[in-house]
């Protein structure tokens, strides 16, 4: 990419005041109302603008790559905003979850995927991040790949105490890309990183397997 497009393309600041904020609701995640204030591209202010928005902070995605059979664990469980958009509630997602406070990130991955699969990751990369619904949301997302051995993949898997019920899935990744194409399945997180492993996940892994002791 040429200097001149980069900058054009690349994300950038912009000069902002926040002059209030006001919390309209506490539940899993707060939801918060803030006036602001913030420069324009014409180099004039917008002065006074309310912006709702949920309080989420960062969250781990795994991508839990079998070289061996050339195949990915993706999970299945009920997610309330699948049910009401689109009428699918078993959705089929990456193993994923929020960073707890002063958790590493990596960790938390770790965790994320072991809590969900039953798995243990060998090995652990971050591959991009990337910002969810920034219309609406502070969550930043951060999507590793982790390489796996499957034969400890439990049938069922998820935490009792936040009523989870999950069923890990181990699909060719052939398969993976096919259900994203024709549109079988519809997670952001899961539609994303499919896209970005067809295109650099497998060297990405054999990067990774070079970093794993010889047996």
Known sequence: MSHSFRDQLADQTLAFEIDSKERLADAFWPFTRAVLNHERFDGSRAENISRDFLETGDVAI???????????V???????????????????????GLVDDGEAIDAAAARELKEETGLDALTLSQCYSFLSTPGLTTEHA?????????????????????????????????????????????????????????????????????TLPSD
């Open 62 to 72: 795994v991508i839990p790559y079998d070289p061996k059979s050339d195949s990915i």
């Open 74 to 96: 993706v999970i299945r469980q009920f997610r309330i905003g699948a049910a009401i958009a689109v009428g699918r509630a078993a959705a089929v997602e990456f193993p994923a």
């Open 142 to 210: 951060h999507v590793f790949l982790a390489i796996v051995d499957p034969n400890q993949l439990q049938s069922h898997a998820g935490r009792e105490d936040e009523d989870e019920d999950i069923h890990p899935i181990l699909a060719p990744v052939e398969e993976l890309i096919r259900a994203v194409d024709e549109g079988w399945v519809e997670n952001g997180f899961l539609v994303s990183g499919i896209h970005w492993f067809a295109r650099k996940g497998r060297a990405k892994a054999q990067a990774l397997l070079g």
